[in-house]
């Protein structure tokens, strides 16, 4: 059956997009996962990808054109397949002629179709959907609800704040009303276009629209794993059939178990190394807030007993799987299954770097890490070696001129990886002030998606954590990715004479569809002459 493709949400603020390339043609047979477009936003350019299989039959919105969100973009079915009907009652830019819905394998469509499962919507009513806050989010997952059913809403308010796969997120509203229903609960989790909330005028029927939301009729949320968990901090707890642990809180919850907490409380709460299932909360229902989790002391548990668990007994724990860690498992999964990895092996010598390093901090207020200057030095060195800043797609392979380095960074649950544009053309200060305030924000996610698009080539170090070399996972589509390894002094040959030096492991990660073994080879000659004589930099 015929699946309408509407103009996604990429960005929280976006309301209209501009096709700016169509990387299919009607014909063309489409796998889930292929990337259908590039999407101008009102922040960027993003790929946007197929979540359905088939033929490409209808194109609504042609290159350079504009079209608002939730319009047609595309039909996508069975090859030869009849769409006269649905384009029949489609305007060209995708507008609704009715506020009817058909009921097509939990696609919502505003359109007055013949079909035998019609769903009325009350005049001023709307459906709010889980919003694609990123390229790669798939799904979301409620972490607090700002306003509560009965509430009343202005355009601009915050709803909620939705975790996707890199961070969390402020979702506001774009209409006004009365909050009539509720679709996701806090913590849970939907796909997305999933029924998030409905909004209407105070006081409209919307039960009918409800059943038929839990009935499957605007989509429907994640599958919940059949298993009875208690909620702690950064983990969760799952018993077997038989009882294995039993747990006594003071704890208002919801019906669910699952522990009412704000998400500056779970996190100051995670800082501090207190388990939320000791507080108890003040706020409404009682949520447990910022002040209870600043004010605990374990006297605040009173008699309650500790978790108990037999002797002899099997007991495990489940952490479950964030949005973040999902999409590293995809992403990095299909990367290394996919792209024909070959690794490049040098030993730098850093004590020009080392005095270099030393000097340039002497100036009052700089001050620049060895990761600055690797990440300067790979920047050059890429404006001389195109081919290795170059990405791979299926039909072509993309040569890019601007250097956008993105540098991975470790969080609580994965990793993030923000990008500092034209990298090249910063100064050592530049890069280490960027890089510094991209590490604290993603720790903190407050990363926005649009600071994590567009790399072209990709560093990862840690050198700080002892480690000496390692190899790193391509991050398609770029063709190649550097792992930097900590500076070690030892014993070196210089002159003949074996003295006491310092030195750096680096290992270059290459696809071989894009970069051959000597172009690989070249680009570190060239970032070894950087390296080893950082003053040319400067140059």
Sequence with gaps: ??????????????????????????????????????IETDKAT?????????????????????????????????????????LSTKSPKGTSDSKEIEVNEGISKKDEKKTTSNVNIPDGVEIITMPRLSDTMEEGTVATWLKKVGDNISEGDILAEIETDKATMEFESF????????GVNEGETALVDSVLAIVGKKGTDVKALIKAIKNGAFGKTTEKEETKTIEHPKKEITTKTEPVTTTISQTTTSSGGRILASPLAKKIANEKGINLAQVKGSGEGGRIIKNDVENFTPSQMGNAALPFVPSGQESFEEIPNSQMRKVIAKRLGESKFTAPHYYLNVEFNMDNAIAFRQQFNSIPDTKISYNDIVVKATALALKQHPAVNSQWFDDKIRINHHVHIGVAVAVEDGLLVPVLQFADEQSLQQIGAQVKDYAGKARNKKLTPQEMEGSTFTISNLGMFGITDFTSIINQPNSAILSVGAIVQKPVVKDGQIVAGNTMKLTLACDHRTVDGATGAQFLLTLKGYIENPVTMLV
């Excluded at 059956?1 to 103009?7: E, G, P, T, V």
């Excluded at 929280?12 to 990337?35: F, Q």
């Excluded at 939730?70 to 009907?85: C, M, P, Q, R, V």
């Excluded at 209409?175 to 509720?182: F, N, P, R």
């Design 1 to 38: 059956m015929a699946q309408i493709i509407n103009m996604p949400r990429l960005s929280d603020t976006m309301e209209e997009g501009v096709v700016a390339k169509w990387l299919k043609k009607i014909g063309d047979t489409i796998i889930e996962g292929d990337i259908l477009a590039e």
């Design 46 to 86: 993003m790929e946007f990808e197929a979540f359905y299989e088939g033929t490409l039959l209808h194109i609504g919105v042609q290159e350079g054109e504009t079209a608002k969100v939730d319009t047609l973009l595309a039909i996508i079915g069975n090859k030869g397949e009849d769409i006269s009907e649905l």
């Design 175 to 182: 209409y006004e009303g009365t909050l009539l229903h509720i």
